[in-house]
Each structure stands twice: as C-alpha cells, then as structure tokens.
C-alpha cells in the first residue's frame, strides 16, 4: 500500500503563513503529476492546486496570488506555501499523487493534515 504523508498544518492567525509538505517512503514524487485538495466541514472536497512533474503549477481562483505549490525531487516532497491565509481557507488538506501508465493509472492519497485560521 502506498501512502503519502503530508505535515506543516496548524493554528494560524489570518494573514499568516504555512507550508505544507508532501511525501513518500514507497514512491518517487518526482514522476507524478501532484495535486493538493482541501475539505472544510460540512462541503465537498475541492481541487486547490496542481503541481505538473515538469514544476509548473496551477491553482484555483481563490488562492491564486497567495498559494505556491512546488517540488524539491532531492528531498522527494512536494510543497504547498500558503501566505496571506483567509478563515476561509480552514479545511483539511490532502497530498495526491497521479500517474498515467501502462496498463493502468495510479491515484495515491495522504491521510490529509488540518489548517486552522482564526484570531
């Protein structure tokens, strides 16, 4: 079973920063297009950013300006730098890999980690 493992959440007041990292002991995240998602209580978990194996990135509208998502394949972890962080952006935020193969694709999850942003 492969498993992603993200860190970096916490309590932070609005306006602040946090970056969250992503990882894994089974796989090279290096050759995965890399996808951050987040769920608030009580809505439907939504796409935040995409981090393509070549380091671009793209992002959802409402975080597009203050989110970065980036890859350092030494360290095999991909990033997520959240600044000028917003009590709506309070939800649990999950690492996901995807890869296009033969003969089929791979989806791998992390167990997700919790941002907290409130005065």
């Known amino acids: 079973q492969v498993q992603l493992v993200e860190s970096g959440g916490g309590l932070v007041q609005p306006g602040g920063s946090l970056r969250l990292s992503c990882t894994s002991s089974e796989i090279f995240v290096s050759i995965y297009t890399m996808h951050w998602y987040r769920q608030a209580p009580g809505k439907q978990r939504e796409l935040v950013a995409t981090i393509q194996t070549g380091g671009s990135a793209n992002y959802t509208d409402s975080v597009k300006g203050r989110f970065t998502g980036s890859r350092d394949n030494a360290k095999n972890t991909v990033y997520l730098q959240m600044n000028r962080l917003k009590p709506e952006d309070t939800a649990v935020y999950y690492c996901?890999?995807?890869?296009?193969?033969?003969?089929?694709?791979?989806?791998?999850w992390g167990q997700g980690t919790q941002v907290t942003v409130s005065s």
């Open positions: 996901h890999a995807h890869r296009v193969s033969t003969p089929r694709s791979y989806d791998y």
